[in-house]
């Protein structure tokens, strides 16, 4: 067990495994806040860096990006609006604030952006320093729901990048939390929704979140997308060539193809640059989540949705490894990390 100066926490420490390690509670320096991590959500991306998979993660790092907990001290040269004891959400990405993205209000393509939980010690751990920068109180929420703001607001910039018009005929590929979380917000806004997902839990939960209809697999648009047959916005929301290609064709002309999903580093596709040309098509990357935590909060609370819905798995991190096991054989939807009694 640890003493009251170490904790365990759940690190990337060799190729292929996440381990729980002893690790020393962090200290502070100047603009930072200690945060005793209540709720920390596991993401695909943490499956990515345990493969080796995400080229700027740090060996022996800590996980958890998507995480929530209480302020258990603030540094004395910290300047901050929030108290010891506030619920709060943590925008794991934090930017340099002097190169050229950062100052043109692109800081999520910061060049030397730091990632908790990704390039410098995360969430998944009874505690975690943070800078005050990226500390968003989320007071009336519970922590599991609280932890749910860092993947809500990367879905609200996927919306966002789709420029998406009410009355509009969408298609999000992939009901995973991410998924769900697109279908939830175009839904709200207005669109018609189709989703299409293999699993049978995962559709129906898509219902729930607004679908209009669901599909098991391929997706039939009933005709040519030349003569307005298709979709107006296709979100990709698994991550795979193949529906990476896909969501190509299932865009009508002057359709719009986000690509939400993290393909592995190395994957290609083949594009038709004629098919392209004469649909005019616009085809869009998400990455992170730029201005988006602060909306996601809110829509959080506003409580359109039942948000809660998307996690299904709650462990200690003393259970961490049976946690592990059930996102990795991918059964669940959000499987959430609870390091501390709170």
């Not at 506030?86 to 993205?101: E, K, T």
């Not at 988006?292 to 949705?305: E, F, N, P, W, Y």
Request: proline fraction near 6%.
């Amino acid at each position: 067990m640890p003493d009251n100066n170490s904790m365990n926490a759940a690190s990337w420490e060799t190729p292929g495994a996440i381990t729980v390690v002893q690790k020393l509670v962090p200290e502070m320096k100047p603009g930072d806040i200690l945060v005793r991590v209540a709720a920390s959500g596991i993401c695909g991306t943490d499956m990515h860096i345990c493969n080796g998979e995400t080229p700027h993660a740090g060996q022996h790092v800590t996980i958890g990006h998507e995480f929530a907990g209480y302020v258990q001290d603030i540094h004395p040269q910290t300047t901050t609006d929030v108290a010891v004891g506030d619920l709060v959400a943590v925008d794991p990405n934090v930017p340099c604030h002097q190169c050229s993205f950062c100052r043109s209000a692109k800081y999520h393509l910061c060049h030397a952006l730091d990632c908790i939980g990704v390039t410098c010690n995360g969430g998944m751990a009874s505690h975690v320093a943070v800078p005050s920068s990226a500390i968003f109180k989320a007071s009336g929420l519970s922590p599991e729901t609280a932890s749910l703001a860092e993947p809500l607001s990367c879905a609200i910039h996927a919306v966002d990048m789709g420029a998406l018009k009410t009355g509009d005929r969408v298609l999000v590929i992939g009901a995973g939390p991410i998924g769900l979380m697109v279908t939830a917000l175009c839904a709200t806004s207005g669109a018609n929704v189709t989703v299409s997902e293999p699993n049978d839990m995962r559709r129906s939960i898509a219902n729930e979140f607004g679908a209009s209809s669901t599909v098991a697999g391929n997706v039939d648009i009933g005709g040519d997308p030349i003569k307005g047959f298709g979709y107006d916005v296709v979100f990709e929301c698994v991550g795979l060539a193949a529906t990476m290609e896909a969501a190509l064709g299932y865009a009508k002309a002057g359709g719009t193809v986000v690509w939400v999903g993290v393909a592995k580093p190395g994957v290609t596709i083949p594009v038709a640059p004629f098919d392209v040309y004469r649909r005019e098509l616009t085809i869009k990357s998400t990455y992170t989540n730029p201005f988006g935590m602060g909306r996601a909060i809110k829509v959080l609370k506003d409580q359109k949705v039942n948000w809660n819905r998307l996690i299904s798995h709650t462990f200690t991190l003393d259970e961490f490894g049976e946690a592990w096991e059930v996102f990795r054989k991918n059964t669940g939807l959000k499987v959430c990390v609870r390091p501390n009694k709170c």
